[in-house]
């Protein structure tokens, strides 16, 4: 029996979730389709996702075809939840883009066509709608073509397009110059006129594979045409998972679940190896004992004793296991696949809402979505949330209200801008000198570095010159502490080396023990190298930058002269314009903070016609007014005396 671990990705309302739906159905798994409208879809199980018709977290079912299995793998077609897709992709074999034959190539389908294409994974895609008016099929073709770059091969044609009775035929590949682009050997016998069916399929197969093609099929979720076809090419074109299971553990996971009773449960794919309940698992940065298994068949999941390379399962008793922990040995990294949360905003409790129960549940949400990042303020007694966008503001606000029982509004939506150095900066304190209190020597020169380095750290002292442990102190210190720069925003793209170092040796006094007072610790380490860390930074300066989007928006040309003044004002910058008929394409960069306000005036702007998309960019220098001021959360090493009565008892007069 052949596995198959099969994504299902799409923009948003393509009917992605309406054609797992159908999948489901037509391989008898369910007996009564659900719909989405109604709230009755087998992926889609959180209340919120059923009240707002969105899937919101990925979900796996199985199903048989033949002599495959398919665990597949139904994600968010929002771009607000664009992380939950993020996950998933590092564990499919295959996937079905779905894109709407009425709305064709939007945002989110430009975005993950790139990003299945840059990972190599075989992809199909799937021409939903066809029943509904307005669908189009050589229009999507040729959207499919020119905005996806991608190279696409038609499964057939259909018939009745745009009404009920629309189905699809398949047929030969008509499309033998894209297949003969890589294959010399079809192209000599496309010449000679002695290309067979078999051929050509098998030229289609091996392309495909190799993420070198992508066969269209067309149909429609609601009325089931072309959905048999699609499950033929899932199980003929898709490649099978591999993956040894006699060789050496190997897994990721990918998801993580709180069960009824609170406890933690890991989804995970097996590349190798297999394990077993009761085994001993090595996993992040600890080790734990699998105390359940299940893997999922036929629509449901069953209890294991073990789990073997290739299969997807549900695991228990990795008590502290997160999302991207590897299982045994890790794999080759990926990195990751799309741009980090540009906005951030501040949650504020509702009247009984007790702030202790608050932060367990957000802690809960974000070991779930390890990109959605929280920041405590001990001081203020605030945490702030970092998101992708509006949408997801409220789905946060109703999960905590459905499922933890707390009422929270949020503060205005705010831009997360990062700092870089602005040059060179040194500074160095030493033991018993210039009033440091703490026996611990430290000299660190910051410098900036290449946008998207991040921050490196290196020695211009012997690594022999004091213990190792001291030398980690500082490193893993001065990461944290540029978490925080000038302004209160994290320090990207900089270069940190440590210049000076010294510590004073273990001491004792005859017959006792070690004299803490008169030997240096970690803890000195890690109180200096603060202060010196961020008055090299103060020497250096930064300069804040703040998130830009690129944007591209399609509209009527005669609507421009409406557009253009409020791009201006919303600080939205035009590099290129397109006139194509009566259509405009604009292209550009905007501040990230204001893409919600344009995504919200666009449709009044342009008549209702006008199709927006956006996506981070870059970081740019902040350029209007005094830059942005981040509040603090650390003990403020900006601030020497403060800091130090904050961190230490050894104060100097």
């Known amino acids: 029996m052949r596995l198959l671990n099969l994504g299902i990705l799409a923009h948003v309302d393509a009917g992605k979730t309406s054609l797992t739906e159908r999948l489901l159905h037509s391989v008898g798994v369910i007996d009564e389709l659900g719909s989405v409208d109604a709230g009755s879809t087998r992926t889609d199980t959180l209340a919120l996702e059923r009240r707002r018709g969105i899937t919101i977290k990925s979900a796996v079912v199985s199903f048989r075809v033949d002599d495959v299995t ?20 590092g564990v499919l074999d295959g996937a079905v883009l779905v894109v709407s034959a009425v709305e064709g190539v939007q945002a989110q389908t430009r975005i993950l066509m790139r990003t299945l294409r840059r990972l190599r994974i075989p992809t199909l895609v799937f021409v939903n709608k066809i029943d509904r008016r307005g669908a189009r099929d050589e229009g999507v073709l040729r959207e499919l073509t020119e905005r996806l770059s991608a190279p696409v091969v038609p499964m057939g044609a259909v018939t009745g397009l745009g009404t009920p009775e629309a189905a699809f035929r398949p047929g030969p590949v008509r499309e033998l110059d894209v297949l003969t682009e890589h294959d010399d050997d079809l192209l000599s016998a496309y010449v ?18 190799d993420v070198l093609v992508h066969p269209v099929h067309f149909g429609s979720a609601a009325t089931g045409a072309g959905v048999p076809e699609l499950i033929a090419g899932i199980r003929e074109l898709l490649p099978a998972a ?19 009773a609170g406890e933690k449960i890991a989804y995970a794919r097996l590349f190798s190896g297999a394990l077993r309940t009761r085994d001993e698992v090595p996993y992040g940065a600890g080790a734990a004992k699998v105390t359940a298994i299940s893997v999922f068949d036929q629509g449901t999941d069953v209890r294991q004793e073990a789990v073997s390379a290739g299969r997807i399962a549900r695991l228990w008793g990795l008590a502290d296991v997160r999302v991207g922990d590897s299982l045994g040995a890790p794999r080759r990294e990926h990195g990751h696949f799309f741009a980090p949360p540009t906005l951030e905003t501040v949650v504020v409790p509702g009247p009984g809402t007790d702030r202790r129960s608050l932060h367990v549940a957000l802690t809960r949400l974000a070991e779930q979505d390890p990109l959605i990042g929280l920041r405590h303020d001990e001081v203020r007694q605030e945490t702030s949330v970092s998101l992708y966008g509006e949408v997801q503001k409220e789905v946060v606000q109703a ?21 870089r150095p602005a040059g060179a900066g040194a500074a160095a304190e030493f033991i018993k000198k210039d009033a440091n209190p703490f026996l ?27 213990p190792y442990a001291f030398f980690k102190a500082v490193e893993d210190t001065v990461r944290e502490t540029l978490g925080q720069g000038l302004h209160g925003w994290q320090v990207t793209d900089c270069a940190v080396t440590m210049t000076h170092s010294g510590y004073w040796p273990r001491q004792s006094h005859a017959h006792q023990g070690f004299d803490k007072s008169m030997s240096s610790t970690g803890h000195d380490f890690r109180g200096l190298t603060p202060l010196v860390l961020t008055e090299a930074l103060r020497r250096a300066g930064t300069q804040v930058y703040e998130p830009m989007h690129r944007f591209r928006v399609e509209a009527p040309a005669d609507t421009l002269g409406a557009l253009l003044p409020v791009l201006a004002a919303l600080r939205a910058v035009p590099r290129t314009t397109d006139t194509r008929g009566a259509r405009c394409v604009l292209e550009g960069v905007v501040p990230a903070a204001r893409v919600h306000g344009l995504e919200q005036r666009i449709p009044g702007l342009t008549r209702g ?19 942005p001021q981040r509040p603090r959360t650390d003990h403020n090493p900006l601030n020497r005396k403060e800091y130090l009565l904050n961190v230490t008892s050894r104060v100097s007069n």
């Open 70 to 89: 398919v665990n597949l793998i139904d994600t968010p077609g929002h771009p607000d939840f664009i992380a939950e897709v993020e996950r998933v992709l």
């Open 192 to 209: 000679d006129a002695a290309v067979t069916l078999e051929r050509v399929r098998a030229a289609l197969l091996a392309q495909t594979r």
């Open 242 to 260: 591999d993956g040894d299971p006699e060789g050496p553990l190997s897994g990721t996971v990918f998801k993580v679940e709180r069960g009824p």
């Open 399 to 419: 999960t905590l209200d459905d499922e933890y029982g707390l009422h929270v509004t949020f503060r205005e939506t705010t831009p997360l801008c990062v700092e």
């Open 440 to 466: 611990a020597t430290v000299g660190l020169r910051v410098e900036p570095a290449p946008p998207g380095c991040g921050v490196t750290f290196g020695l211009e002292v012997e690594l022999g010159a004091m």
């Open 609 to 627: 016609e006008g199709e927006w998309e956006s996506g981070f960019d870059h970081y740019a220098p902040v350029a209007h007014g005094a830059p």
